[in-house]
Structure formats: structure tokens, C-alpha cells
């Protein structure tokens, strides 16, 4: 008979099992694309600057100085490290569940019932019978060990522990992609600032040119040689830079502002080498290959950490349509009688539970957990395959942006050439009466406008450096 009840409890309990784990919903599923072309355009270097430790990658001290400086105080990035140190902790947490919990409770109380209630009734008919007198007020002292552990049967918490820990590594990666940004932001307002400050020299020192044009002219109005049409048109000119010089100053001080709050303090000046702006010679970039990118962007790394999270979440969830078997029990001592609280074993209160929980109906929780899980994990899985696609990109479009760029800028230092001959030429025309005072005027002006054009040109290949190496994943190895 006990063999039959036995065989009726596993069948049903199988049959039980069997219709959860079929009624589980199909969901969606789809591996990464992480193939990527073998070089960038026309690109075979098989190194990568991206190796180089961002120290050795920028060789100003004053730059290196101020990088140095806001890793340490950037109050962005000491919040992503508060971040990660979240997520280490939420392993603990995840470990705790996984292992068994015990916990020790302590109690005391009185309790006063009627003489002619059930309790109060039988109370008084075991004192008749045992001859013994029960405290009125009924003292309670307890104390005990009570231990809980869920039997892990299908992963769900070893998996959830798993997925804690891709999350705390994932959140280390975000905090090294932040650092790469952090340096480039630096860098480039950095070299923002140099090319402001000599376009500031450029203008000053064209404005002293004008200055000196307009006393020629004023010259040769009392001479009668030009009108006052043309000593307006010069102060004008002059009028007209003077006040461009507050608009740089104005931008100089916005740019210094910019840095030192990524360096977590308030104004003061920004050491830097102004003077070595035009000379610096853009160096030659390294790119390897693009499959080096998944080794060493820290987003691509970041994204596939959280895919594998969203992975194990996905475990997790459907380990929840299947019973889940735990273990309960307890060992102390509970008396009415301090006098007799430990005594052996009248005193003694132990227990032990095994039970089995299933979930047969409204299971719609479970369902939409899980299903929500397997969303998270397709958009883990296309948001990396975005992060893939976008580095790649960034790449191609920072190569050819530094190769138009130093064409460019050896085109426009042949303009700048040519223009300060032109210069020279109209004041000596201008001095025989052979050239119209506008030629001089315009001539000067398409002279100040170039050497603007050839600091810009020059500041956007400094940037576009600095980007690539970003893009390929440079910089965030800075212990």
C-alpha cells in the first residue's frame, strides 16, 4: 500500500513537472554578428597606437598634467566608481541568497487568558491532573537557531549570482570607456585653448598692421591723394578686429572654465604651451586591425558583459516555472519557567521541514518576468552589434578625416604664403598710387581670415588624433 501512495505521489508530481516546463512561451533568440571587415579602407597595419599608455600618447607635460589631475578629482567618474563598488556589493548579495541563512531569535512574554475559555479550561484541568500550578500571568522565554536554505536544483540563484558578477565586470568597463572620454574631452579643449590663444596673436598683431595702414592713409588724405571714404574704411576695419579680440577672450575663458570643471575645481588660469601650437607635427597612427576593436574598446567589452547578464537573467527567470525545494529548521529551548528554560530535553523545541513550491495557476508574473528577461537579452544583443558597428565607423571616418585634414592644411599654408606676398605687394602699390586702398584693405583681410582658417585646420588634426585614438579604444589603461 505504502509502495502504491508512493508511485501515485511521483507520477502526479511528474505529470505536474511536465506540463510547467511545456507550457513555458517560446521566445526569440539570435546570436551576435561580430564579424567585421579585415582592415579599415585601404589600412593593413596590423599595430595599434591603442596599446600605447595614454602618457606616452600625449607628450606635453602641461596637458599630461591636467589629464593626471582630473582622474583623480572628475566628480563623474568618481561616481562611476561608487557605481562598480555597487555592483561588487550586489554579489554579495547574490552569494548570501545562494548560500543557507541562519539566524538566531531571542523572546520573552506574558499572556493572561480567561479561566472559562478553551485555553484557560484545559490549562486548569492539567494542573488538576499533573498537580502542578501554571504562573498567572503565563510566562514565555524562547530562544533558538532557525535555518533556511533553497536547494539550487536548477541554477537560479548560481546564475543570478553569475549575472551579478558580469554586471560588476561590465560596470568596470563603462568606467574605463568614461576615462577615454574624459581624456579626450580634456585633450581637445586643450588644444581648443592653444589654437584660441594664437588666434588672439594673429589678430593683435593685425590690428597693429591696420593701425599702421591708417595713419598711411590719414597721411595721404592730407595729401589729397585718397578721400575720407577711405580713412573710414580702415577705422572700421580696425574697429571691427578690436572687437573680435573680446569675443576670443570671451571664448578662451568659456574653454578654461570647461577644463578646470573636468578637473573638479573653480576658474583659475590653464597652464599650457601656447607657443608650440603651429610647430606640433601630428603624428603617425597606428590602427591594427578592426577586430582588435573587441579586445580593446571598453563599451564593446561593456556591452557583451551585460549581454552575458541578460543571458543568465534569462536562466534565472525560467527556473522559476519549475519547483523550488527548500529546507527549514530549528533547535532551541522555550519554557514557561526560567527556572527549568535549559533543561534537557523537556525544554528542547526542534523542527525540520522539506517542502516543495510549484506554480500551477495565475502565473502571469512568472511569465512576464521571463519574457521580459529574453527582451532584455535581444536588446543586449543588438544594442553590442550597434557598439560593434559604430566603432568601426568611428575609425574609418577618423582615418580619412586626418588624411583630408593634412592635405587640407598644406594647401591652406601655400594660401597663407601667397596672401602675405600679396600683403607686401598692394602696400608698395598702394604707397606708389598704383593700387586702390580697398585692394589693401581686403588683401589683409583675406590675410587674417587664412591664418584663422590654418590654427583651425591645424586644432582639427590635433582633434581628429586624439579621436582616433579613442576610437580605438586607447587610453582607459591608466594605472
Not at 561593456?302 to 523550488?324: H, T
Request: hydrophobic share 40%; aromatic share 8%; with cysteine.
Amino acid at each position: 500500500m505504502n509502495k502504491l501512495k508512493l508511485i501515485i505521489i511521483t507520477t502526479t508530481i511528474g505529470i505536474v513537472f511536465l506540463l510547467s516546463s511545456c507550457s513555458i512561451p517560446k521566445v526569440e533568440q539570435r546570436d551576435v554578428n561580430r564579424k567585421v571587415p579585415e582592415s579599415f579602407s585601404s589600412n593593413n597595419d596590423t599595430n595599434s597606437i591603442a596599446k600605447t599608455n595614454w602618457r606616452e600618447f600625449f607628450t606635453d607635460p602641461n596637458l599630461i598634467e591636467l589629464i593626471d589631475s582630473a582622474l583623480v578629482n572628475n566628480q563623474e567618474l568618481n561616481i562611476m566608481m561608487k557605481e562598480v563598488m555597487i555592483s561588487s556589493n550586489e554579489i554579495m548579495a547574490r552569494i548570501g541568497e545562494y548560500l543557507p541563512s541562519a539566524r538566531l531569535n531571542a523572546g520573552a512574554g506574558a499572556e493572561k487568558v480567561g479561566r472559562y475559555t478553551s485555553q484557560g479550561a484545559n490549562d486548569a484541568n492539567t494542573e488538576i491532573s499533573e498537580g502542578k500550578e501554571f504562573p498567572e500571568p503565563l510566562t514565555d522565554f524562547m530562544i533558538s537557531a532557525d535555518v533556511s536554505w533553497e536547494l539550487d536544483v536548477w541554477n537560479k540563484l548560481h546564475n543570478a549570482t553569475d549575472a551579478a558578477a558580469k554586471r560588476y565586470l561590465s560596470s568596470i568597463e563603462g568606467k574605463n570607456y568614461m576615462v577615454t572620454q574624459l581624456i579626450a574631452e580634456i585633450a581637445n579643449s586643450y588644444y581648443e585653448l592653444e589654437a584660441l590663444d594664437n588666434q588672439l596673436i594673429i589678430l593683435e598683431d593685425n590690428i597693429r598692421i591696420q593701425q599702421d595702414a591708417l595713419r598711411t592713409v590719414k597721411l595721404q588724405k592730407d595729401a589729397g591723394k585718397v578721400t575720407e571714404l577711405a580713412v573710414k574704411k580702415f577705422e572700421a576695419e580696425v574697429l571691427k578686429n578690436r572687437s573680435l579680440v573680446f569675443n576670443i577672450k570671451q571664448d578662451i575663458t568659456i574653454t578654461e572654465n570647461r577644463i578646470n570643471f573636468l578637473l573638479g575645481r573653480y576658474p583659475q588660469k590653464i597652464e599650457r604651451s601656447s607657443d608650440q601650437f603651429t610647430i606640433i607635427v601630428p603624428r603617425v597612427m597606428s590602427t591594427g586591425v578592426p577586430s582588435e576593436l573587441l579586445q580593446n574598446r571598453p563599451d564593446i567589452k561593456q556591452a557583451e558583459l551585460q549581454l552575458e547578464a541578460n543571458k543568465l537573467d534569462v536562466e534565472a527567470a525560467r527556473a522559476s516555472f519549475y519547483p523550488a525545494f527548500r529546507i527549514t529548521g530549528r533547535l532551541g529551548y522555550q519554557s514557561y519557567n526560567p527556572n527549568s528554560f535549559l533543561q534537557t530535553p523537556e525544554s528542547m523545541i526542534y523542527g525540520l521541514v522539506g517542502d516543495m513550491v510549484m506554480p500551477l495557476l495565475n502565473r502571469n508574473a512568472i511569465e512576464a518576468q521571463y519574457l521580459n528577461a529574453n527582451y532584455s537579452q535581444m536588446q543586449s544583443v543588438y544594442n553590442l552589434e550597434r557598439i560593434i558597428l559604430n566603432a568601426y565607423f568611428e575609425v574609418s571616418n577618423q582615418l580619412s578625416n586626418m588624411e583630408n585634414l593634412e592635405r587640407s592644411y598644406q594647401l591652406k599654408s601655400e594660401q597663407v604664403d601667397a596672401l602675405m606676398q600679396s600683403t607686401s605687394i598692394a602696400n608698395n602699390l598702394f604707397n606708389s598710387a598704383r593700387a586702390d586702398y580697398m585692394e589693401v584693405m581686403l588683401t589683409q583681410r583675406d590675410v587674417l581670415d587664412a591664418k584663422f582658417e590654418l590654427i583651425e585646420n591645424k586644432k582639427k588634426q590635433l582633434n581628429s588624433i586624439v579621436l582616433l585614438y579613442k576610437a580605438l579604444g586607447g587610453g582607459w589603461d591608466y594605472q
